[in-house]
């Protein structure tokens, strides 16, 4: 049995930030999990990604603002979010595979059964 839950949305102006969190509950060893989000009308799409090694990949539209972590393979998921801008205005969800044979990515985690219910980020100007 696994869960995925996060948290730490809300409602901040242009230029703050927020830092995102999702417990992953249940056992496992090799892992990859990441962040999308989906604002109205749009499609969902990969911002963060990371694995069992602390590889990570971004999104262009994301590099240099956002931080995915995770201190240790138990602790949870973060995202860091920084000079928030309001088109980042969207629920982000957590995502997670468990699979080490296949390359971590978000094309990859995109076709998961493991997600969150999400959060909702808004960005005022």
């Known amino acids: 049995q696994v869960d995925v839950a996060e948290s730490g949305g809300g409602s901040v102006q242009a230029g703050d930030s927020l830092r995102l969190s999702c417990v992953v509950s249940g056992h496992y060893s090799g892992y990859c999990m990441g962040w999308f989000r989906q604002a109205p009308g749009q499609e969902r799409e990969g911002v963060a990604t990371?694995?069992?090694?602390?590889?990570?990949t971004y999104a262009d539209f994301v590099k240099g603002r956002f931080t995915i972590s995770k201190d240790t393979r138990q602790s949870p998921l973060y995202l860091q979010m920084s000079n928030l801008e309001p088109e980042d205005t969207a629920m982000y969800y957590c995502?997670?595979?468990?699979?080490?044979?296949?390359?971590?990515?978000?094309?990859?985690?995109?076709?998961?059964?493991?997600w969150g219910q999400g959060t909702q980020v808004t960005v005022s100007s």
């Open positions: 995502a997670a595979f468990f699979n080490s044979e296949v390359k971590c990515s978000s094309a990859a985690l995109r076709r998961t059964k493991y």
């Open positions: 990371i694995d069992r090694s602390w590889s990570t």
